[in-house]
Structure formats: structure tokens, C-alpha cells
């Protein structure tokens, strides 16, 4: 891989994928015509998301939630263990996770 684009590795390949389904998507509803022109999502844009789908091998999920004390985390890939407040219980299997981060940080 080039040099310029080692930022890559650091981000797992299904956001990858999913960012380049969405841009994807974006464009083909510009071309219908039933949507406007794409725009950009600038790092200095006050709300940052991010999406990882989960994948799962043997029956663990690559994005669950842990416990540890009497807090709860959301385990994802190549990001690691982020805090979390869980409004109800999830019930189910994990398809896919957003996680935004606002301008007030949290």
C-alpha cells in the first residue's frame, strides 16, 4: 500500500465498505433526480459518526456490548471498548452499530 494512504489501515473494512455503499447510494438518487447533490462531511463538521457493521465468527459478534462493574461498553473493531449509555436492553443479534460523537463531546 502507498505511503499516502496508510490512514487507512486504521479504520476496519466494513465502515469502509458501508461509506462507500452510502456514497454510492447518495449519487445514484442525485442521477434520479430525487435528491440533491452530495455533500462533503468535513471533520470540523460539529457531529462526527462513525458505523461498523458486525460480523460474526463462531457465533461472537466483532461488535457486542460488555458490562465490566456497572457500566456498560461497546466493543468495536479496531476502535476498542467505548462507553455507552444503554436506554433500554438490546435484544437480538447486533447488525450494526453508529456511534456519533456531538461538539459538547459526548
Known sequence: MKK????????DR???QSTLQDLGKAFK????KSKGKPRFKSKKNNIQSYKAKCNYNKGVGS???????NKDFLLLPKIGLVKIAKPREVRGKILS??????????
Open 4 to 11: 499516502e494512504m496508510l490512514w487507512l489501515n486504521e479504520v
Open 14 to 16: 466494513a465502515a469502509l
Open 29 to 32: 438518487e442525485f442521477y434520479h
Open 63 to 69: 461488535v457486542r456490548i460488555d458490562r465490566i462493574g
Open 97 to 106: 452499530a453508529t456511534v456519533r460523537k456531538e461538539a459538547t463531546g459526548k
